[in-house]
């Protein structure tokens, strides 16, 4: 088995051995399949992109190779042109079509199947389709599209030994009516017919790698397909009276701002009690300070005592305040690991039930406002759980101008998991007034940021236009096996990280570095922060990682102001050094550099606003002087949000909206 | 008019869409000039949710805008 980033990357394909494509459109069970063809575990998300990674497997003799969930193959985004091109060079492919929503399902089979591939169908959720009054004639389905139809019920493993035995008999099915003329009729005749047609259907970067014009016909091909499948659905499908609709309440309270903006708050809500509170207070209180701290780290040190002195430049690396065995170990396992799998379990429960595109819908307004629309949230929510994964999945943002500001959001403003769970921890502990101070102020750096770059950058962003799937309860094997793999993916990120950040504090400790350093920072950390000196260490951590800055911030005693405006600093701080290598391979230099120059610049800046204010408006530690520092960041926000819509309606000449997509 | 300008629960028949990469998705989703879906949802300044068979599809207002639409029956009656 491989894990690969790119097509290109599946190397090791055996001699005879086919290519099996797993193709289908987002939410139709794919990676259940792959699964169950491959004996391993990939990801099965409810939202299109959550992974861009390309997983493959074999299968008997064979690859089986799995592709992300796509409504076409053609060029529209990254996720697009990946499916495209390992369909391509598939040698046979499994299409899984959703038996509830075939008009929208079939138009992909229709369109794999004029590239005149050999392809099986797999009818998932058959099990659905009765339930919401439904009936589909399968054998029908087969003799119009002209290829093998499998009815499964994936989830349950019903099917898959009869897909399995009809995969010989994949044969190339009915092309779209007066394609093969439009086909026969082009200049030029690619050793593909897959490649003829894409580049008939005007992909421009097909058309570029076999040095062809892209085609002029890609509309009138589209109707035709769209033409046929209609027919079909019309042929197979029967309605039968009766049969529930899907939970629709709760999907319309859901994007309704007067109630799914309370929903969203209550989501919220009850993920600070369960992280926050709950993991963060009792869960952590033993795994740190019982487990490791009380067990682990002085047995490490007693066997470490008997190999070297732990006062030598080694002991001290190893196992002294910031050692490699004790304090990275405490960190990672003791202190961050089991809230980063409290936030990736909530994370899976809401891509799996669907609530993520139902978010964007919510939040569309807002994103708009901000260069960004709805479908923007989903990055910024996945960089919740990690920024360097979240910079990764911009890349299904539709233009350039989204993923600059989705990524300039993400690097400044949004704090990954492990950091967001040191924070809630320690916010627990300074009172609800305290709390909604620091929400409120990284909350208006983000819309400011936003509304600033929207003003500025050229050019307007695209319109939300977004399938929202059915609401499913989510499968409780499928949403541990998520937050398993999630959070194994954290721990082999984070280690080595945390391990090279603590050998370079060790090693500025003993060569004096880090009080040098200490007393350089000291202006900015105790005079404009109103740290403590020693605040300076957990910010030289927080270059290595945030989280890392966060966590040696806990150790410290604070009072709650201090801590807010810490805090406040820590999560505006520059992002981690795997965040910082993916934006710099995914902007140009200039801008990557300019993105980590600029946090720095921000976290002090605000930070130190929020002491200064907090201390202006005459505050000691109580929470009397919060209020008008709240003020104070919301008139700010206000003011900016509105000189820019002034700004922009002067540039455009009319409001915002009005002008035509770019 | 546009569909920015729909009620819930109008169902409605798509006359237009003016943007050429628009359309190529839309047709894509099942929407055609000529399709005929139903107003699901209407979000105050936001998007506009509609149904198109059994599938929800959310467009954004700026979108919704541009897409020109006739309302081609009475208002169903819609759950609250």
């Known amino acids: 088995m491989s894990h690969c980033h790119s097509p290109a990357g599946l190397k090791s394909i055996p001699e005879g051995a086919r290519r099996i494509v797993l193709a289908g459109n987002p939410n139709t069970g794919k990676s259940v399949f792959f699964n169950h063809f491959t004996g391993i575990y990939v990801d099965v998300s409810n939202y299109p992109g959550t992974t861009l990674e390309i997983s493959s497997g074999s299968f008997g003799n064979d690859v089986v190779i799995d592709t992300p969930g796509v409504y076409g193959i053609s060029s529209f985004n990254d996720e697009e042109r990946l499916a495209r091109d390992i369909i391509l060079n598939a040698d046979l492919v499994i299409n899984i079509v959703d038996a509830v929503h075939l008009e929208r399902d079939l138009f992909l089979t229709q369109q794999i199947i004029d590239t005149g591939l050999p392809v099986v169908v797999a009818l998932n959720m058959v099990d659905e389709t009765a339930r919401q009054g439904l009936e589909v004639d399968q054998i029908l389905l087969e003799s119009l599209l002209g290829v093998p139809v499998v009815p499964t ?12 035995d009809r995969l010989a008999g994949a044969r190339t099915g009915q092309a779209t009516p007066g394609l093969d003329e439009l086909l026969d009729g082009m200049a030029l005749r690619p050793e593909s017919r897959a490649e003829a047609l894409l580049v008939l259907e005007g992909d421009p970067v097909v058309a570029k790698r076999l040095g062809a014009d892209p085609g002029s016909r890609r509309e009138e091909i589209y109707l ?23 939970p629709v309440l709760l999907s319309r309270w859901m994007i309704r701002p007067i109630t ?12 600070y009690q369960a992280i926050g509170v709950f993991i963060a207070g009792t869960v952590v209180g033993f795994t740190e300070e019982t487990v490791m701290q009380g067990w682990y780290e002085p047995a490490v040190r007693a066997l470490a005592a008997r190999l070297i002195p732990l006062e030598s430049i080694p002991g001290i690396i190893l196992t002294g305040e910031f050692g490699l065995l004790t304090m990275t170990a405490t960190y990672v396992l003791g202190l961050l690991m089991p809230l980063v799998v409290g936030f ?42 990690c920024v360097t994964m979240a910079t990764i999945t911009t890349r299904l943002l539709a233009s350039e101008r989204e993923r600059r500001i989705a990524i300039l959001l993400l690097g400044l403003t949004i704090p990954c998991s492990a950091q967001m769970g040191v924070i809630a921890g320690m916010l627990a502990s300074v009172g609800g007034w305290f709390v909604a101070l620091y929400a409120l102020v990284i909350f208006s750096v983000l819309v400011i940021i ?10 307007r962003s695209t319109d939300l236009l977004i399938d929202l799937p059915p609401l499913r309860l989510p499968r409780p094997d499928n949403v541990l096996k998520k937050t398993a793999t999630k959070s194994y993916g954290f721990l082999k990120e984070a280690f080595p990280l945390f391990a090279l950040g603590a050998l370079m504090i060790s090693l500025f400790q003993l060569t004096g570095v880090l009080s040098f350093l200490q007393d350089l920072l000291a202006p900015l950390t105790v005079g404009w922060l109103k740290l403590p000196a020693g605040a300076a260490t957990a910010f ?25 405006a810490a805090l406040i600093t820590i999560t505006l701080f520059v992002p981690c050094i795997a965040s910082v290598l993916v934006i710099f ?45 709240i003020l104070t960041f919301a008139g700010i926000t206000l003011a900016t949000v509105l000189a820019c819509r002034l700004g922009r309606r002067k ?4 409001p915002e909206g009005g002008k035509a997509n770019a | 008019m546009t569909l920015d300008r729909a009620k819930r629960g109008q169902s409605i028949k798509i006359t237009s869409i003016p943007d050429a990469g628009v359309r190529i998705q839309a047709i894509r989703f099942g929407l055609a000039e000529g399709s005929m879906v139903t107003c699901e949802e209407v979000i105050p300044a936001g998007p506009i949710v509609i149904r198109s068979h059994r599938q929800l599809l959310a467009l954004g207002r700026g979108l919704a805008r541009r897409i020109q639409v006739e309302v081609g029956g009475d208002p169903i009656v819609s759950l609250p």
Do not use: C
Request: aromatic content about 8%.
């Open chain 1, 344 to 385: 990736y379990f909530f994370l899976s429960l809401f891509e799996d039930s669907g609530y993520l595109p139902r978010i964007a819908t919510l939040v569309d307004r807002l994103l708009t406002g901000m260069g960004l629309n709805g479908r923007g949230v989903i990055p910024l929510i996945l960089g919740f759980g």
């Open chain 1, 585 to 629: 391979k995914e902007r140009s230099r200039l801008e990557a550099a300019m993105i980590w120059g600029s946090s720095w610049a921000l976290a002090f800046l605000v930070g130190g606003l929020v002491a200064q204010l907090y201390a202006a408006f005459g505050g000691t530690g109580g929470t009397a002087a919060v209020p008008p520092v």
């Open chain 1, 540 to 564: 030289i951590m927080g270059i290595v990682r945030r989280d890392f800055g966060a966590a040696g911030l806990s150790g410290m005693h604070l009072s709650p102001d201090q801590a807010v």
């Open chain 1, 153 to 164: 019920v994936a989830v349950r493993k019903i099917g898959f030994a009869e897909l399995k």
């Open chain 1, 224 to 246: 035709a397909r769209r033409g046929r499948v209609d027919s079909i659905v019309r042929q197979v499908v029967r309605e039968s009276s009766g049969g529930a609709l899907p």
């Open chain 1, 260 to 271: 799914g903006l309370p929903i969203l708050a209550l989501m919220l809500y009850a993920m």
């Open chain 1, 651 to 654: 540039k455009t000449g009319r």
């Open chain 1, 450 to 459: 936003g509304t600033v770059l929207n003003a500025v950058l050229s050019g």
